[in-house]
C-alpha cells in the first residue's frame, strides 16, 4: 500500500514537471517571435534601409531597382515579415554586407571564442559569489563580514567600462604581467600545445575579471541577502541548538535554499510578490468581511503598504542608473558635447591612459562612490521599512 502511495506520488511529480516544461517551452517559443517581430518593425520604421550605405547615387536607378529586388526590399511588407520568420525557422539568418558571407558563417567562427569566455565567467561569479556572499553572512556582526561586504558593494558601484581599464594600467602597462588586447599572440600557431594554451589562458584573464567580478558582486549581495534571512529561520535555530557550525548548517541546509530563493526581481515582481503576500493578512481579510469594495482595498490599504519597499528598491536603482548613464557616454551615447559627463571623461582619456591614468581614474572613482552611496541610502530604506 505504501509503495503505491510512493509511486502515484511520483507520477504526479512527473506530470507536473512535463507540464512545467511544456508551458515554459511554449513561453519561451512565444518570447522568440515577440523578440523577432519586434526587432522586424522596429528595423523597418527606421529611416532608409541597409542598402543606403552601399548605393552610391552615381549608381543607374536600374542597378538600385535590381539590387533591391534581390534582397527583397520591393516586396510589400507583410511579405517581407514572412520571409522573415521562414528565414529563422529555417536557420538561414541571411547575408553579411559587411562581411560578404552568410551570417551563419560570421556566428560559427565567433561563438567558439565566445564560449571560451562565458564559461570561466560564469564560473567565477558562481564561485566567487557564493563564498563572498556565504562569508558575508555568516560573519555578518563581525569586521569579515563587513569587509566582505562592502567589498562586494564596491566592486558592484564600479562601471564595467572602467573596471576594465583599471585592470589594464595595473596588470599590463604597469606590471606587464599580462596582454592587453587580443585573443592570442602573433605568433600563437607557431608554439607548441602547452606554451599556447599559457598564452590563450593570459589573454582572457583580464576580460574574464572585467566580466565576472561585477557579476559575482550583484551575486553575492543577493546570496547574503537571502542567506541571512535562511539563517534567522527557525530550522537554522534548531540546527545550532543540535551542536552544528555555522559551515555544517549551510553546507546541509541553507545553500539549496539560496540557489531556489536567489533570483533578479524586476519592480513589477517586487510590486506582485508584496500584493500576494499583504492579501493574506488579517487586515485585509477585516476589510473584506466588512464589505469594503476592491478598488477601496486595493488603493487605501494593498498599495500603500506595497509602496514601501518599492521605494527603497528605487533607491538602489538609482545607482544603476548612473552605471548606465556613464556606460553610454563613454560609448558616446550619452551626454553629447559640449555637456560633460564622467563617463565621456573616461573615454577622452582612455587612449593617453598609459601618460595620464589619473583622467581615467577620478572620474571612475566618483562614478563608484556616488553609486555606492545611493546603494547605502537604498539599504538603509529597506532596512527601516522592513524593521
Known amino acids: 500500500m505504501t509503495g503505491h502511495f510512493y509511486a502515484k506520488n511520483v507520477l504526479q511529480i512527473f506530470s507536473r514537471m512535463r507540464a512545467y516544461l511544456i508551458r515554459r517551452l511554449l513561453q519561451s517559443l512565444l518570447l522568440l517571435w515577440g523578440v523577432l517581430t519586434l526587432t522586424f518593425f522596429l528595423m523597418h520604421l527606421s529611416p532608409g534601409n541597409p542598402l543606403d550605405r552601399y548605393i552610391s547615387p552615381r549608381i543607374p536607378p536600374e542597378t538600385i531597382a535590381a539590387i533591391r529586388r534581390q534582397f527583397g526590399f520591393d516586396e510589400p511588407l507583410a511579405v517581407q515579415y ?5 528565414q529563422w525557422l529555417r536557420a538561414d539568418w541571411g547575408y ?7 551570417v551563419a558563417e560570421v556566428l560559427a567562427e565567433a561563438i567558439p571564442a565566445t564560449l571560451q569566455l562565458t564559461i570561466p565567467v560564469l564560473g567565477v561569479n558562481f564561485i566567487l559569489g557564493v563564498l563572498f556572499g556565504a562569508g558575508a553572512a555568516v560573519y555578518r556582526h563581525r569586521w569579515l563580514g563587513r569587509l566582505l561586504s ?7 558601484s564600479m562601471p564595467g567600462f572602467w573596471l576594465g581599464l583599471m585592470l589594464i594600467l595595473l596588470f599590463a602597462i604597469k606590471l606587464g604581467w599580462l596582454p592587453n588586447s587580443s585573443a592570442s599572440s602573433l605568433f600563437a600557431g607557431e608554439m607548441d600545445l602547452w606554451a599556447a594554451c599559457k598564452d590563450r589562458l593570459s589573454h582572457l584573464l583580464l ?18 541577502e537571502n542567506l541571512i534571512n535562511v539563517l534567522e529561520s527557525g530550522f537554522i535555530r534548531l540546527a545550532k541548538a543540535k551542536g552544528l557550525s555555522p559551515w555544517q548548517i549551510m553546507a546541509r541546509h541553507v545553500l539549496v535554499l539560496v540557489m531556489a530563493l536567489t533570483s533578479w526581481m524586476d519592480m513589477a515582481r517586487l510590486v506582485r510578490a508584496e500584493v500576494m503576500s499583504l492579501k493574506e493578512r488579517d487586515f485585509i481579510r477585516a476589510a473584506q468581511m466588512r464589505g469594503f469594495s476592491r478598488s477601496r482595498i486595493i488603493f487605501r490599504h494593498l498599495l500603500p503598504n506595497a509602496l514601501s519597499p ?14 548606465l548613464e556613464s556606460s553610454l557616454s563613454f560609448l558616446g551615447l550619452g ?10 571623461i573616461i573615454r577622452d582619456g582612455r587612449d593617453v591612459i598609459a601618460q595620464a591614468w589619473w583622467i581615467v581614474a577620478f572620474p571612475g572613482l566618483a562614478i563608484m562612490l556616488t553609486a555606492m552611496g545611493l546603494n547605502w541610502i537604498g539599504e538603509g530604506l529597506r532596512k527601516a521599512i522592513t524593521t
Open 150 to 156: 562592502n567589498s562586494a558593494l564596491a566592486i558592484y
Open 96 to 102: 553579411s554586407l559587411t562581411q560578404h558571407r552568410p
Open 310 to 323: 518599492v521605494i527603497a528598491f528605487s533607491a538602489l536603482r538609482l545607482a544603476d542608473v548612473i552605471l
Open 82 to 86: 514572412y520571409r522573415w520568420l521562414r
Open 207 to 224: 576580460p574574464t575579471l572585467t566580466l565576472a567580478l561585477p557579476a559575482a558582486a550583484a551575486t553575492a549581495r543577493y546570496v547574503r
Open 335 to 344: 551626454v553629447q558635447p559640449p555637456a560633460v559627463s564622467w563617463g565621456s
